[in-house]
């Protein structure tokens, strides 16, 4: 009697289970729209709403549109009420929006057990527009305007520039980032997703090398010299931040630089063939000894590169 007892409540009770948890259950998702920007609501904005039944797996495509109010609701049943909690029913959403960006930002609340009110954030479609000059101020056809703005998989955003040196990139929504340009033989500082002018500068190692093999000044009578040699004196009282140590008729050097973006340098007038002489510049920066075994770093090479392309043309330009 008793074990049959216990079987029959065995029985009621699965058959509650049963039907508790299979009964159908309606939710509601309440969409509320907004420009990302500004923050107005935005109307017209095309939601498409996939449901997945928790228990049958099958999909319902459920769609709204918003009101004037940027608001819109979409509900739907599932067979997976009672005991199944809501986080067992799950969908998806697009947004499609003239204008508009599809990438989108949400938040969602829950007001109620079956009521669910999602903000939406939509960004509007932005064309930024990129140009790229050498030093000499013309524009450099084919580099590469890159951007890796992370996620996952990562998302690339790149254009290459026509003839005029220009391209345009159409961001994901939210996107900041810094990026790059890619051209072979040059190399420039970090490019903003905000657009506007990017100056290339050849390889800065080679670049660099280039410049200081050019930064000397020939000349053949006394007086030339000794103008050069003064004038070159000059230019580097200007661009060393570091103060003048040692200085006679063939050689002025300054101290060693110490401290970042600090800069020293050293003038050099030297006999060479058919009885001519050289007035030469050397720069460098750091906190080393000496020009052999200071520390530079790309900063410093860039501020570096200025000073050896400057030289030759301050000399010459006053030296006559």
């Known amino acids: 009697m008793n074990n049959l007892h216990v079987l029959r409540v065995i029985g009621a009770a699965l058959i509650l289970l049963a039907n508790t948890a299979w009964s159908d259950t309606t939710y509601k998702w309440v969409f509320v729209v907004l420009d990302g920007h500004s923050k107005a609501e935005v109307p017209g904005v095309a939601i498409n709403f996939s449901l997945t039944d928790p228990r049958t797996k099958q999909q319902q495509l459920l769609n709204c549109e918003t009101n004037d ?52 954030l939509l960004a509007k479609k932005s064309a930024t527009d990129f140009s790229v000059v050498g030093t000499d101020g013309k524009p450099v056809e084919d580099a590469r305007v890159f951007f890796l703005l992370g996620g996952a998989p990562a998302t690339n955003s790149a254009c290459t520039t026509n003839s005029a040196g220009t391209c345009t990139i159409e961001f994901p929504a939210f996107a900041a980032a810094d990026g790059s340009v890619m051209k072979s033989g040059y190399y420039s500082e970090p490019v903003k997703s905000t657009g506007g002018q990017v100056t290339l500068t050849r390889n800065l190692d080679a670049a660099l090398h280039a410049a200081a093999a050019q930064a000397k000044i020939t000349c053949s009578a006394k007086d030339e010299c000794d103008r050069a040699y003064a004038l070159a004196q000059v230019y580097l009282a200007r661009t060393a931040t570091s103060k003048t140590q040692f200085s006679n008729d063939t050689i002025t050097e300054t101290f060693n630089p110490s401290g970042a973006g600090s800069i020293g340098g050293r003038i050099t007038r030297m006999p060479i063939f058919g009885g001519k002489w050289e007035v030469s510049l050397e720069s460098y920066c750091g906190s080393g000894s000496g020009p052999s075994d200071v520390q530079t770093s790309r900063s410093c090479d860039a501020q570096l590169l200025n000073v050896y392309l400057g030289y030759a043309d301050f000399v010459q330009s006053k030296v006559r």
């Open 69 to 120: 109010r940027g608001r819109c609701e979409i509900t739907g049943t599932v067979s997976g009420g009672g005991l199944f909690t809501r986080g067992a029913v799950s969908g998806t959403f697009s947004i499609l929006k003239e204008g508009y960006q599809k990438e989108f930002k949400s938040s969602g609340k829950l007001t109620g057990s079956n009521t669910e009110v999602l903000t939406v």
